[in-house]
């Protein structure tokens, strides 16, 4: 990463962010379930997105990859809800929880046989709260230890359930929502705290019934629907990035194009706001299922603040560079509830606790999160990232600001999520 990341140079001027994860994953599954050519513009070409299309091609669906004046565009063949054929092979979903979760539900109602697996910290994620659900259906799912992949899938007829959510997940729910579309009946979902809702949104564009009444989510068995044009906004989640690095590097004013805005991802937005940073956000139309706005950020004097519970959850994904934010606000910044954080691509805890002391910054650790004494400069570090995408660039940004070089063991992980991350902060570098 060293000759990119120059220190100290203001960020200026505007990049458009590339396509939200989350979205592109959605978009890929439910095109393949549709009738007919779904056109998908403005994906994330990401290794995570990647694993999503190579499993629907491995399930007889044409998938097609092209730049159209310039945007990332996918062409995908649906061929309705029973168009699938069985995987010769074992789907590797690589680093992606999504793309696991997500297809567990999809391939719980399936008549045939699959098995899904990962790489080391995908295999040693939690998958009991997804296969739950999916057993009280009729599912028919192995693991290992009743807890990791890879999973084993024997495809059943499943019947709708009434499902109380232990925790607010979204890759739970829309494996639920997936394995209802296969099932007999309305399956009924009420969730802790609503998780993000791109599932529920996508499922309604493309005309099924998705509804929310009194806090319960349903969603009716064997409803096909017709092939649609999805325009996909860009990832907040890896704005964040962009964003907190304009707020600390002195000077820099940057604004950043059709990110999306969705309500239940816009948490790093408020937090941020309370910290004291300047952001103007400017909603555009949206031509699709997702609200977008153009995001300007400039150079922030930041204080720490107290996090906890629903808005956190709306800003689960960015803890890692909330750290550094945190670490370079006057005071301290103090998280809870937040002990999801510890199942992710990696213990971002653990991680970001380690990554930060390794920095000169005063850190305790709590079980559900983290006290960050904010206002020092950043020493130099050597930093392990855990193969964490978001750890990486993160540590990345922090890099921007610190005193010496932060060095890292492995930034190919950036790959999952934000391929382009280096030569975009180098566009706004003015390289
Ligand atoms: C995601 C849901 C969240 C999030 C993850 C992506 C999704 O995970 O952290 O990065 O696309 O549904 P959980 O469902 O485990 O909270």
Same mark, same amino acid.
């Given at each position: 990463m060293k000759g990119i990341l120059t220190k100290k140079v203001p960020l200026r001027g505007s990049v458009v962010i590339p396509g939200d994860k989350s979205i592109t994953h959605r978009a890929i599954i439910f095109s393949a379930l549709g009738k007919g050519m779904s056109e998908i513009t403005g994906y994330l070409p990401s290794e995570d997105c990647e694993r999503t299309i190579t499993a629907f091609r491995e399930m007889g669906i044409s998938v097609v990859s092209e730049a159209k004046n310039g945007v990332p565009t996918l062409w995908v063949d649906g061929k309705g809800l029973s168009g699938l054929t069985e995987p010769s092979g074992v789907i590797d979903c690589g680093n992606s929880g999504t793309t696991l979760r997500l297809l567990a539900g999809l391939l719980a109602g399936q008549p045939f046989l699959s *098995?899904?697996?990962?790489? +080391?910290?995908?295999? &040693?994620?939690? $998958?009991?709260?997804? $296969?739950?659900?999916?057993?009280? =259906?009729?599912? /028919?799912l192995f693991s290992r230890r009743g807890e990791y992949a890879p999973l084993a899938i024997s495809g059943r007829r499943l019947s709708a359930i009434d499902y109380e959510m232990p925790i607010p997940s979204a890759q739970v729910k829309s494996a639920i929502l997936l394995a209802g579309l296969f099932a007999a009946g309305t399956t009924r979902i009420r969730e802790p705290r609503q998780s993000r809702d791109h599932t529920e949104r996508m499922l309604s564009y493309f005309g099924v019934p998705c509804k929310v009444a009194e806090g319960i989510l349903s969603v009716a068995g064997g409803v096909s629907y017709p092939a649609r044009k999805i325009l996909v906004p860009g990832d907040l989640s890896s704005a964040a990035f962009f964003l907190v690095a304009g707020l600390i590097v002195e000077g820099s004013q940057m604004t950043l194009c059709r990110v999306g805005i969705n309500p239940t991802r816009t948490g790093i937005l408020d937090i941020l706001q309370k910290m004291g940073a300047q952001i103007i956000i400017k909603p555009l139309t949206s031509d699709c299922c997702e609200p977008v706005a153009d995001i300007t950020v400039s150079t922030s004097a930041l204080h720490g603040v107290a996090i906890e519970g629903e808005t956190f959850l709306r800003a689960i994904d960015e803890f890692p560079i909330l750290c550094i934010a945190a670490a370079l606000a006057e005071g301290e910044t103090v998280i809870h509830g937040a002990e999801e954080l510890r199942v992710k691509e990696s213990d971002r805890i653990a991680t970001m606790a380690r990554a930060l002391g390794s920095m000169g910054v005063a850190v305790e650790e709590f079980p559900d999160g983290i006290k960050i004494i904010?206002?020092?400069?950043?020493? %130099?570090?050597?930093?392990?990232?855990?193969?964490?995408?978001? *750890? +990486? =660039? +993160? $540590?990345? *940004? @922090?890099?921007?600001? @610190?005193? %010496?070089?932060? /060095? $890292?063991?492995?930034?190919?992980?950036?790959?999952?999520? !934000?391929?382009? !991350?280096? &030569?975009?902060?180098g566009e706004l570098a003015g390289r």
């Open positions: *098995i899904l697996t990962g790489d +080391a910290s995908l295999r &040693s994620r939690p $998958m009991r709260r997804v $296969m739950e659900p999916l057993k009280r =259906m009729g599912g /028919e904010g206002g020092k400069k950043l020493k %130099g570090a050597v930093c392990e990232t855990r193969g964490d995408h978001r *750890i +990486a =660039m +993160a $540590m990345a *940004i @922090a890099g921007l600001v @610190a005193e %010496g070089d932060i /060095e $890292m063991d492995d930034t190919s992980c950036i790959q999952t999520s !934000f391929p382009t !991350f280096e &030569s975009l902060l």
